[in-house]
């Protein structure tokens, strides 16, 4: 199958209540929306056909609608919670696309808090996703963790600390040299790619077989201080703005 047979689109979600940075969907990064950072580089996309933002807000999607996407809904207040999940909201997105005749063979799933991110990787995702359709569920970005997690810790009764693996009381095992533990990854937000008929089959996002995309370590916004982070990666040039942004 040619790529160019392919319907790929792009949606960036944005609800617009967050409680820990309010409004921080459409906080000002470097002269552009934080949002509109990811409409641009979906843009900037070779394979993506058309670009969506999925809100719940009039303003939000006035705002991603100027910077190039669509907004033909806006999102109900129940998939709007602070405990709504993706596969809900996503679900509701298939499902107005396929009421339209439009339903897209690959879904790019782009998290507007990490807005730093180079088209090239998104396509060099979006041609493994293509290449590996028949055998896995989806693709899904990762970094590695600056501290494998098998040296992390809960509280157990007590609040005595316990090993998160073992559920050992005993904690010198985890101390020992971080390289003789299996190196462990996050999810980042970079770029996941969905395959919607999977979806609405299984009726699970990203299913049993989840291909690993391995990027650079990447900021993701969800405090003050990680958009400070962001703002302080323009200040000292390690992004560039007239690069990104030219």
């Not at 899904?140 to 992390?152: C, D, G, I, L, P």
């Not at 299913?207 to 995309?213: A, D, I, K, Q, S």
Request: proline share 5%; net charge negative.
């Amino acid at each position: 199958m040619l790529r160019t047979e392919l319907k790929i689109v792009s949606i960036i979600p944005a609800r617009s209540g967050s409680k820990g940075l309010p409004d921080k969907n459409i906080k000002d990064l470097g002269g552009h929306p934080l949002l509109a950072w990811s409409i641009h580089a979906s843009s900037k996309s070779k394979y993506i056909n058309s670009t969506y933002i999925d809100t719940d807000s009039n303003k939000y999607a006035s705002i991603g609608v100027r910077y190039g996407a669509q907004s033909p809904f806006l999102r109900p207040d129940y998939l709007a919670t602070d405990t709504s999940s993706d596969y809900d909201f996503i679900l509701h997105f298939l499902h107005f696309l396929s009421k339209s005749g439009e339903l897209p063979d690959l879904l790019i799933h782009l998290r507007p808090t990490t807005p730093f991110r180079d088209p090239k990787v998104i396509d060099d995702a979006i041609e493994i996703g293509i290449d590996k359709i028949e055998n896995i569920t989806a693709l899904r970005s990762v970094h590695e963790m600056a501290e494998t997690a098998y040296k992390s810790f809960e509280f157990g009764q007590n609040e005595l600390l316990v090993s998160s693996f073992s559920k050992s009381h005993d904690l010198d095992s985890s101390n020992a040299a971080r390289q003789l533990f299996p190196k462990t990854f996050q999810a980042n937000g970079y770029v996941d790619i969905l395959f919607p008929n999977k979806i609405l089959s299984t009726e699970k996002l990203h299913g049993n077989r989840v291909l690993g995309f391995k990027t650079q370590p990447v900021i993701e916004i969800d405090t003050e201080a990680e958009f400070q982070l962001c703002e302080a990666s323009i200040t000292i040039g390690t992004v560039n703005l007239d690069k990104v942004w030219g």
